[in-house]
């Protein structure tokens, strides 16, 4: 009995995924000739101080959209990675303007906040069975309750170390160290999603949990793990948020939420097609902001920025599903 010889991919099936994966890319290298050409927008949106505070703004966005990224390969979605920023934020610089608490200590204590939040809704997902929806966000809303409880809606300020502001604020080597900070736990993440057994487990239980435990994999532990990396993660964040701002605010967070959200869901449709993924964090963090900041410098009304947000949320969570459905695997017929 002969098998037949499989047919080579067509060439252009793979012109058309090639540019299905860097679509993103291509479109974020338009917009930026665009505004930079731009008569209304060119001098300033290419001037070497808009592009660092570009740059430099991303730092913290990246962060927590990196957070999400974790639940999301689980197969879920988590509303809280903006208010654990915000609230590691709120921990560190009491720690250090209420408490005097040395700076390393106050920063493992903002990390570590964000470590026990996202146990803690680790526990209650994976091990107890609660709706993710219902704990995510009602972890973002009590967190941001308890923000403005102790903050009074007051920033704290005082107290707060230049060596850690200024990460938020200065360059090495002309870079912002903020975002070599951000870089550098991206490329963390990045390499625990993508070559690491955890990794490759975190994805398969998004895609299937029920076939995954049938392969024995302890898919609670790593549901566990997915949210414990995203609190630790988010934690860092709100660490950058502390040295980027100068102080912390009674922000609960929401407002650094669904950028967040609108970049994991575009990284499903560029680079790693069909899941979520760092380098596509990336790249879909550049499109928000080099949108957001050339339609502000062509003087755009405020609102549009907001319908922008929206309106990106809103396509990022279609072109995701049917980035899924292309990428699920198609069922094979049943021969004689």
């Given at each position: 009995m002969t098998h037949p010889t499989p047919l080579p991919a067509r060439p252009g099936i793979a012109w058309?995924?090639?540019?299905?994966?860097?679509?993103?890319?291509?479109?974020?290298?338009?917009?930026?000739?665009l505004f930079a050409l731009l008569p209304a927008s060119g001098e300033v949106f290419a001037s070497p101080r808009n592009i660092r505070a570009l740059i430099a703004n991303q730092g913290v966005p990246l962060l927590i959209a990196v957070a999400a990224v974790f639940p999301l390969a689980a197969g879920y979605f988590d509303f809280s990675v903006g208010a654990v920023a915000a609230s590691s934020s709120v921990v560190t610089g009491a720690a250090l303007s209420h408490f005097a608490v040395p700076l390393p200590a106050a920063i493992v204590l903002g990390i570590l906040f964000g470590t026990i939040v996202g146990t803690v809704l680790g526990l209650l997902i994976a091990y107890a069975g609660v709706n993710p929806f219902i704990s995510t966000l009602g972890v973002a809303t009590l967190l941001g309750g308890v923000i403005f409880a102790y903050t009074g809606g007051l920033r704290i300020s005082s107290g707060i170390p230049t060596e850690l502001t200024d990460i938020g604020s200065r360059d090495w080597l002309g870079v912002p160290r903020v975002i070599v900070v951000?870089?550098?736990?991206?490329?963390?993440?990045?390499?625990?999603?993508?070559?690491?057994?955890?990794?490759?487990?975190?994805?398969?239980?998004?895609?299937?949990?029920?076939?995954?435990?049938?392969?024995?994999?302890?898919?609670?532990?790593?549901?566990?793990?997915?949210?414990?990396?995203?609190?630790?993660?988010a934690g860092i964040g709100g660490v950058l948020l502390l040295a980027r701002n100068g102080g912390a605010t009674s922000d609960n967070g929401m407002m650094m939420l669904f950028p967040a959200l609108t970049a994991v869901l575009l990284s499903?449709?560029?680079?790693?097609?069909?899941?979520?993924?760092?380098?596509?964090?990336?790249?879909?963090?550049?499109?928000?902001?080099?949108?957001?900041?050339?339609?502000?410098?062509?003087?755009?009304?405020?609102?549009?920025?907001?319908?922008?947000?929206?309106?990106?949320?809103?396509?990022?969570?279609?072109?995701?599903?049917?980035?899924?459905?292309?990428?699920?695997?198609?069922?094979?017929?049943?021969?004689?």
């Open positions: 058309r995924t090639l540019i299905e994966r860097y679509a993103l890319v291509v479109l974020v290298v338009a917009l930026i000739a951000a870089g550098l736990v991206a490329l963390v993440a990045w390499w625990i999603l993508s070559q690491t057994v955890f990794g490759r487990r975190l994805y398969a239980v998004g895609s299937n949990a029920r076939a995954t435990h049938l392969l024995g994999v302890d898919v609670r532990r790593t549901q566990l793990l997915a949210f414990v990396a995203s609190g630790t993660i499903t449709i560029v680079i790693d097609l069909g899941r979520p993924s760092v380098p596509g964090v990336v790249v879909a963090i550049l499109f928000i902001a080099v949108t957001v900041s050339g339609l502000t410098l062509v003087g755009t009304p405020s609102w549009v920025n907001q319908v922008f947000n929206g309106a990106a949320l809103l396509i990022a969570v279609a072109f995701a599903r049917l980035a899924r459905r292309r990428s699920a695997p198609t069922p094979k017929k049943a021969t004689a």
